[in-house]
Structure formats: C-alpha cells, structure tokens
C-alpha cells in the first residue's frame, strides 16, 4: 500500500480503492491481513473525548457575534421606541 494518509480517496474509482487498498472486492481481507494492519494502523477505534456541557453550548451560542450583535440591535431598537413614546408618540412599545 502507498502511503494511505496521502491518497485521495474520492478522486478513486472502486477498482483503483481496492487495488490500492490490496484486498479482494468480494472476499474482503484474511484473517491475516488483517492482523497485519492492526499491527501497522492500530484498532480502527475512535479516541473517546468529553463531551461538551448543555451549559457549555448554550453560553456559546449566546456569546457568538452574530448573537450579540442582534441583541444589540434589539436593545437599541427597543430604546429607539421607548423614546419615541416618552415624546409623545402614539406608538405601541412591542
């Protein structure tokens, strides 16, 4: 196998994968291909990570720019009216 980090797998077609790949399209790897490739890759297992907090993701996506800059623009508007109302005008606030 060349080196597999490398290879772009979806400019591939399914003969060239599994000629790259050294396998059998029907048969799939022997029992010591592989042993052989746990040997070299490793279990094809993913690292277990924390997850993140319910907390944790609200307050990001409160915080994100977007998010604050609508906010900002909610409080301005809402003072806009506010004024606007202390003056006189006939307009309902919300």
């Known amino acids: 196998m060349s080196n597999v980090t490398q290879t772009k797998w979806h400019t591939l077609t399914v003969i060239e994968t599994v000629a790259e790949l050294e396998t059998d399209i029907d048969n799939g790897l022997t029992q010591q291909q592989v042993k052989e490739r746990i040997q070299q890759f490793g279990q094809n297992k993913l690292e277990e ?14 915080t994100s720019v977007m998010v604050l800059i609508l906010i900002a623009a909610a409080a301005s508007s809402s003072l806009v009216r506010l ?8 307009s309902i606030i919300f």
């Not at 990570?49 to 409160?62: A, D, F, N, T």
């Not at 004024?83 to 006939?90: F, I, N, T």
């Open 49 to 62: 990570r924390g997850g993140r907090k319910p907390w944790k993701i609200l307050w990001e996506q409160v």
């Open 83 to 90: 004024s606007r109302a202390e003056q006189g005008d006939s």
